[in-house]
């Protein structure tokens, strides 16, 4: 309103001295009219020069306006998701889309192609590095931190330079590119990882949309997240034991429904299809990762039936002061010990999210995973047909002050059974608990601080440790920081 009263005002004021400049060119008055004809061209310049002028203020001040107003819708939008998403500030990943509106007038750049406005909208980096110290040799520390981004072991590591792109055509399209390039501690060398670079649609009808391209599975809270986006410092056991170290994510689509608002209640529904093969794939066609001692065979895709499939159903409500998020989510496919071999994974998550006072913020994380893999029988390996069956779930709270300050506690268990020759002494299906409490510090907006200590029991240690200890203790500390210019056309997922 202030933007449309301004403009109007400002238009007025222009109209006017038109006016005004017709007037006294068609009826001069007496000493215009004996004027020599040089001084009135230069009257009529330095008139015209004047509007001008007034015009170029008049455009400056429209845009600061606009500004001023996107601003104002931004920090609306901010307070409506519950203040704060995760240590870096960052919005979650896949969801409820942002404005395109928004996104259109803040954009880097823009060029129209066909009649349609093409976007980008965000260009930016995101650096995360950590170090510390771990009682274990390296040779046992990196299987108790065994997430792709995870500190491995005492010294420093760069977990990844982060680098993402957004755009976006007109308000029917956008897109994301992301592309990951870390350091191996142990090795030194660098790896490049293509995290996601996918297509969305923004103006199908009825809340529905869809995403296609290579993509993080969106199973629960914690896999759809990039590195930036974490809380704590490294991976939760029960993530690396289902979906390896990298996460879940690989080429494929899915259709999302957002219902409409039903008082304090509104969800999503999503059905997707992804290829069951590649690193990134660990409990289905990943012949690299080893799963108990049994042989696993390379998987051919040769129909449908053979992907891997998901569904999910995330609810959110808001009290207010008190937002709630609770989800349901499940992934089935094939996996790689034999033909007719298939894994089911299923999980549940809740978070909470209340506005203490003021300045004060509490956060509570709990996602819990179940999976069923069925190893086929290994006449090779000397194995009979068996269901390993794991499960696990981690627990975190954060309190935070003033969006600058916070500390918290996370506390994980995995375990599981079948195959129990190989169980006890395998870091990747003993039983596992940790603790890990944190404290951060927000430095600048985008930038944060944080010292992690993780006391591991772990049965493995027991086989592999000479002083018969199963327990482990590490500090780690983090640092972060993202450079980025535009607008983030990312989602909540």
Known sequence: MLYHNIKKKVWGYVAASCTALMLVTLYPSDGFAQASMEQRMQLLEAT???????????????ARLKRALGNKRGVKKKAGQSGHSDHGGHSDHHGSHSDPHDSHDEALASTVIQGRKVALDYLGLSVNMAGGYSSEPSAVSQNL??????????????QAADFAMMGSVERAFDAELHIAFHINQLTGATVVDLEEAFMRTNSLPYGFDIEAGHMFTEFGVHNPKHLHDWEWIDQPVVMSRMFGPDGMRQTGMRVGWETPKVGLWKAHFHVGAQNPTGETMKSFLNNDETLSDRTRNKGNVNGLDDLVYLTRWD????FGKTKIRAGFSGVYGPNATGQSANTQIYGMDLTVKHALAKKWDLRWTNELMYRRFQAAFDEAGGFEADNLIDHGFYTQVALEFNNTYW??????????SGDEDTRDSNSDLDQRQRYSPIVG????PNGNLRLQY???KADHLNEVDTKDDPSAHAFWFGLDWTFGAGSKGHHDH
């Open 407 to 416: 500390a918290g506690l996370r506390y994980e268990r995995a375990t599981g």
């Open 48 to 62: 015209l020069k004047d509007l001008l002028d007034r015009d170029v203020a008049k455009d400056k001040e429209i």
């Open 441 to 444: 510090w927000r430095f600048a």
């Open 454 to 456: 993780n006391y591991d």
């Open 145 to 158: 931190t065994a997430g792709g981004h995870d500190p491995k072991a005492s010294g420093f590591r760069l």
């Open 315 to 318: 609810n959110r409500f808001d």
